[in-house]
């Protein structure tokens, strides 16, 4: 089944929805099951040991260690991502939200290999590819084993959802 | 939506590229109906213009030596016998064989075809085995305007 389980990695930019209905459409080809991760990298979170954040109720834990702000930056981050993951439930899918602290690269290879993951799709910008960012998706798709689905978004399209 | 109607598959006939044919036979049941198949040289005895495309441009097989058309005569036999796996699965076929720059080639295809997709593997027949992510690869994934589907290895 080389469609059966996909990572979907969503970092609440228009770029990483661009993506979702080539996931979606995969069901048709036996996609499953798919997992919607926000990645907490230290330069934006701060240093935290790897964890599955996969509830509301293990984010609000966060508040004894972190600042107020940042624990309802990540509560909203969350919904977003129930947000899409129902349209996918909706369509027959299974889904898994969760938010993980940890590098870009490691912790999606990290987290695919867990998981059985059979394909991770990304949306990015076609900024996030050129000379001047090099590393970033690139890491990526080095650092893991599965097959990666890469869909652009001209910088211009890009911005917050 | 159509979104993988029209594919293109980029081939160097590696063991990798083998295991992308797995995908693009697949992604049929996703909707897919017209494969794009794709192989570029660039090592020819006899430097020809950028994008010569070798399967109609016949006249120049004058001017290569022996050793080259026998080394295309086998790369037209591989696409086609990709082609037909291909039909055999009841999608629709158009295949080239074209000499220039790989990755560059690769993309022009792409945007003449106007294909949805592009699916490749991560390396090839590069000489390094421990590359992860090969250099046709990487400037397909930077020029591409379509989404790439970039195979890492066999699915156990
Ligand atoms: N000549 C080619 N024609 C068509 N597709 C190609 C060609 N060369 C490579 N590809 C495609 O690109 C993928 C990756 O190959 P790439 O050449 O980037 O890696 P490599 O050979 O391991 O490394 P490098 O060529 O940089 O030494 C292949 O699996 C294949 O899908
Ligand atoms: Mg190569």
Known sequence: MLFEKVLYPFDMRKASLKVKPYVMKLKEAGCREVHVIYVMVPSEWGLLSREEFDCEEKIEALKGTMDEGFVSGLLKIFRKMKEVATEFEENGVKTRVVLVPGELDETLAWYADKYGIKLIALGVTSESLSFFRVGKILDIIKAVSQPVLIVKTPEEEDGEV | M???????????????????????????????????????????????????????????????????????????????AVKEILEDEGLKVKIYLKYGNIPKQIVSVADEEKVRLIVMGAHGKGLLSEILLGSVSTDVIREAKCPVLIVKRREE
């Open chain 2, 2 to 80: 159509p979104l993988f109607k029209k594919t293109l598959y980029s081939t160097d006939f590696s063991p990798l590229a083998e295991v992308a044919l797995d995908y693009v036979k697949k992604l049929k049941e996703a909707g897919e109906e017209e494969v794009v198949v794709v192989h570029v040289v660039d090592d020819l005895s006899v430097e020809l213009p950028d994008g010569t495309d070798l399967l109609k441009e016949e006249d120049v097989y004058k001017i290569l030596p022996e050793v080259d058309q026998e080394y295309l005569i086998n790369l037209i036999e591989k696409l086609n």
